[in-house]
C-alpha cells in the first residue's frame, strides 16, 4: 500500500508561492505516474496536475496552466508542486497520489494522505 505524506503548505497572500512536496512510504512509488488534487470548501475534489513516472510529461487543469509546475524525483520517491501567483481560489487542502495517466488526467490507485492546507488572502 502506498501511503503519500503531504507537506509545504501554508498561507500566502495573493500574489504568492509556495512549492508543495509528497513522499510516499511502503512500496516503491517511482514506478507510478503522480498527480496533485485539490478539494476547496464546499466543493469535490478536482484534478490539479499530473506527470508521467519518466516526468517526461506534465499536465495541468486550465485553472492552474501557467502558475503551477509539477516534477519529480525518483530517487527520493518524491513529487513536488510549485505554485506561483497564488489566487484566494486556489484555497484548498491539495493531496497527491500515484496512479496512470489517462488522456490528460490521472486516474488515482485510491491511496490518499492526509493533505496539505494552502490558504491564499486576498
Known amino acids: 500500500q502506498v501511503q503519500p505524506v503531504e507537506s509545504g503548505g501554508g498561507l500566502v497572500q495573493a500574489g504568492g508561492s509556495l512549492r508543495l512536496s509528497c513522499a510516499a512510504s511502503?512500496?516503491?512509488?517511482?514506478?507510478?505516474?503522480k498527480g496533485w488534487f485539490r478539494q476547496g470548501p464546499g466543493k469535490a475534489r478536482e484534478f490539479v496536475a499530473a506527470?508521467?513516472?519518466?516526468?517526461?510529461?506534465?499536465y495541468y487543469a486550465d485553472s492552474v496552466l501557467g502558475r503551477f509546475t509539477i516534477s519529480r524525483d525518483n530517487a527520493k520517491n518524491t513529487v513536488y508542486l510549485q505554485m506561483n501567483s497564488l489566487k484566494p481560489e486556489d484555497t484548498a487542502v491539495y493531496y497527491c497520489?500515484?496512479?496512470?495517466?489517462?488522456?490528460?488526467?490521472?486516474?488515482?490507485?485510491?491511496?490518499w494522505g492526509q493533505g496539505t492546507q494552502v490558504t491564499v488572502s486576498s
Open positions: 497520489a500515484a496512479g496512470t495517466l489517462v488522456g490528460t488526467t490521472l486516474r488515482p490507485l485510491g491511496d
Open positions: 511502503g512500496r516503491t512509488f517511482s514506478t507510478y505516474a
Open positions: 506527470i508521467s513516472w519518466t516526468g517526461g510529461s506534465t
